[in-house]
């Protein structure tokens, strides 16, 4: 699958805001928006005035960044979120929540969602027992995804739970840091997620 392969932090300041895509350095004052917190590019320092279209775009490629999609993945989310019953919006966001991927960066097993996924990928989480190694995978309520018994020696893997103190598991997470197990209390409803997202305007721009 295609994947981005340039720099992280020139997304962020793209986006005009911290997306927390590097994990531990993003902490620290090698931050790169902390130290250029401007667009990259030569105009990068002058006056950008966004049309509507404009800001719907920009929170798109917001939201698709902090959770790591290309294009037609985040679609396809949106499409089924479209499908659901409710409010498109907090649909779509709570399915991004529910990726496996998601879920083991939010409970502290990774740094970062770049990591999370590499984890996943590796085969070094299960869901209720079963080794599962599909990013995407949607949790459901009750499951326990946990590390595996050889993998939670990693060394990184132990990092990422100490740093993630750093970082406040969600009220819909049950972690046991000890046993590295997170367990699904709840799906997770958009109140449940705190970063700065207008999903609204995502809704605006794919319904053209
Ligand atoms: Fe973004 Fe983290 Fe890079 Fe800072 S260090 S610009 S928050 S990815």
Redesign the pocket.
């Known amino acids: 699958m295609a994947r981005y392969c340039g720099s ?2 020139r ?3 793209r986006e005009n805001q ?6 531990d ?2 902490y ?1 004052e ?5 130290r250029r917190g401007y667009p990259p590019g030569q105009h990068g320092q002058g006056r950008i005035k966004f049309s509507e279209y404009g800001l719907q775009l920009r929170e798109k490629q917001k939201i698709k960044r902090i959770y790591g999609l290309q294009e037609t993945q985040f679609r396809n989310t949106f499409e089924n979120a479209e499908n659901m019953k409710g409010v498109t919006g907090s649909n779509f966001i709570s399915l991004l929540e529910r990726r496996l991927d998601n879920v083991a960066y939010r409970s502290g097993f990774a740094n970062s969602r770049n990591e999370a996924r590499q984890l996943v990928r590796h085969g070094h989480l299960t869901i209720n027992g079963k080794r599962v190694n599909i990013p995407s995978f949607l949790v459901k309520k009750g499951d326990v995804v946990e590390v595996t018994k050889t993998s939670q020696e990693v060394a990184r893997i132990r990092g990422a739970l100490e740093a993630v103190k750093r970082r406040e598991v969600p009220q819909w997470l049950e972690l046991d840091a000890a046993q590295c197990t997170s367990r699904i209390r709840d799906l997770p409803s958009r109140e449940d997620v705190t970063a700065p997202m207008e999903e609204r305007l995502v809704v605006e721009l794919y319904s053209k």
């Open positions: 992280v932090c997304l962020c300041r911290k997306l927390f895509l590097k994990g350095r993003c620290t090698k931050c790169a928006f902390e």
